[in-house]
């Protein structure tokens, strides 16, 4: 047992046409026992820009801290909120940081950048980025999930389509895993609007 | 050999003087002003004792409020004349004249720019003496520029840290006494100069809502109604001593920030060239929320308090 699977919990983002989505599960585990079933992963790092951090639920928690740090840092010394793009890269530096004592995490982000074009990446759990133009899965259930988006994400959906879409795909693919589901979030991200939403899911 | 205690920083004079710390304070008080004005509002409880903390083991806390209530105390004193009254009552009117609608608490600061030129470009950034330390804290500045980045980058920092630790705010005297404890340092251990800078530190926690602070190169700090650091501070402080009412509010707080600047600065003009101004309030949920004034803003404002000067086509 890999200490990644621990917790368990999976996370999605996609690309739609001028607006991004990005979901999580809610379970946290102990290997196969489920512990809670309100363990949200995604947290916003801008008003435009959200992370998801599946993996070990404590380090989920080191991580978030550590990067709200920077994030505030690089606002109040730069004056101007953090771009999704160079928020990407920040979250990669602050992984290899800790090389060869790494944070058990595989980050998705998702945001709109200040030309109004979406942005997604993701990244393993040294940093390695990994920039797409569709869609980034991560998590206990990613194979899963690289199936559900690669048969039902298309081009250009609208938000609402798009929320269908990631809500689709997360649903099915964590109902194919034993460690993660137990309900959902799911984030649009739109130029001036943003909606969270719970999705019920199959609560066994 | 005259100079023998001046070079040491730590080492005291026989008159038991630091002579580098008060060289540090002479030099601060050349550098612009800065003002700061905290405005309680009308409901002036700050200064009475910190707000009851919430305690889900404390028995029957609202009983014991209400059984606790003390007579209330209005009666004016019967040595007050009538005029006197009167005068107060007009006065009471112009302001609510002047600044209608309910008045607002928060902390105002007020700051001088001093170097300005025709060819100097203006600043990036929204300011080059008022700076945002913390979601919670604003700073004012007066002394050596390059030093105050610095420690305003380490106060950041340190907020920042405890924010990542304890997942809350830092209490704002905490962070005041932590750079003060920097500060404080460099008049002790040898080698160095101490920091040329005197800090106002603006701002908002749970435990004593709002609060100023004033911290000088020695790391010694105050907390203060109103007060005022840098060149002519004596004049401005007097100022506020006539003009700050415990229940002044935010609006006309801003005004007499403006007003005792245009009387302690030199220049005979007043704009956003040469001022710099930021707010720190809290919004409906209890938030604090730090505001540093576009130029734009400071223009606009100036204009309403009636301190902008036309530009003179004579003036040379």
């Known amino acids: 047992m890999s200490i990644m699977e621990l917790n368990g919990g999976s996370c999605v983002a996609m690309v739609g046409k001028g607006c ?124 899963k999930l690289f199936g559900m988006a690669e048969s039902l994400w298309e081009p250009d959906l609208e938000a609402e389509d798009l929320f269908e879409t990631i809500s689709q795909t997360l649903l099915n693919a964590v109902d194919r895993d034993a460690y993660s589901g137990w309900g959902a979030v799911v984030w649009v991200i739109e130029k001036d609007k943003v909606t969270k939403r719970w999705l019920k899911a199959r609560m066994d | 050999m005259s100079r023998r205690y001046d070079s040491r920083t730590t080492i005291f004079s026989p008159e038991g003087r630091l002579y580098q710390v008060e060289y540090a304070l002479e030099s601060i008080s050349h550098a612009g002003t800065v003002v700061g004005i905290l405005a309680p509002g009308p409901s002036a409880t700050p200064f009475v004792s910190a707000p009851e903390v919430s305690d889900a083991m404390a028995v029957d806390s609202e009983g014991a409020a ?118 404080q340092g460099y008049t002790q251990f040898g080698g160095l100069r101490p920091f040329g800078v005197s800090f106002l530190f603006a701002g908002h926690d749970p435990h004593h809502a709002f609060q100023l602070y004033a911290s000088d190169p020695s790391g010694n700090y105050s907390g203060w109604k109103a007060t005022c650091i840098g060149a002519n501070n004596s004049t401005a402080q007097s100022l506020l001593r006539q003009d700050y009412r415990d229940d002044i509010g935010l609006d006309e707080s801003l005004g007499l920030a403006l007003k005792v600047l245009s009387k302690t600065m030199d220049s005979t003009t007043l704009d956003s060239e040469k001022l710099e101004l930021s707010t720190l309030t809290i919004d409906e949920a209890g938030r604090p929320v730090a505001h540093i004034f576009k130029p734009a803003e400071i223009d606009a404002l100036l204009e309403k308090e009636g301190l902008k000067k036309a530009p003179e086509e004579t003036s040379a």
């Open chain 1, 20 to 143: 991004v989505a990005i979901a999580c599960d809610l379970r946290l585990g102990n290997q196969a026992l489920t512990i809670a079933c309100n363990h949200e992963k995604v947290f916003a790092a801008t008003e435009r820009t959200y992370y998801g951090l599946p993996g070990l639920a404590s380090d989920t928690i080191t991580v978030r801290d550590k990067l709200r740090q920077r994030v505030n840092l690089y606002a109040m010394k730069e004056e101007r909120t953090i771009e999704p793009e160079t928020f990407a890269h920040l979250v990669s530096s602050t992984l290899y940081e800790r090389r060869f004592g790494p944070y058990f995490i595989e980050p998705v982000i998702a945001g709109i950048n200040v030309k109004d074009e979406p942005f997604i990446a993701a990244m393993d759990l040294i940093g390695c980025l990994n920039f797409a133009k569709d869609f980034v899965v991560s998590g206990t259930a990613s194979e």
């Open chain 2, 66 to 183: 209400a059984s606790s209530s003390t007579p209330a105390a209005g009666s004016s004193t019967p040595a007050q004349s009538a005029a006197a009254k009167k005068k107060e009552e007009e006065a009471k009117a112009e302001r609510e004249k002047k600044y209608p609608g309910p008045q607002r608490a928060g902390i105002v600061l007020a700051a001088e720019k001093k170097v300005t030129s025709k060819l100097l470009e203006k600043e990036k950034g929204s300011s080059e003496k008022l700076f945002l330390v913390n979601g919670n804290v604003i700073s004012g500045v007066a002394g050596y520029n390059a030093d105050a980045n610095s420690l305003v980058s380490y106060a950041r920092n340190a907020a920042q840290s405890h924010l990542s630790t304890y997942n809350e705010d830092m209490p704002v005297e905490q962070l005041v006494q932590k750079v003060c404890d920097l500060k």
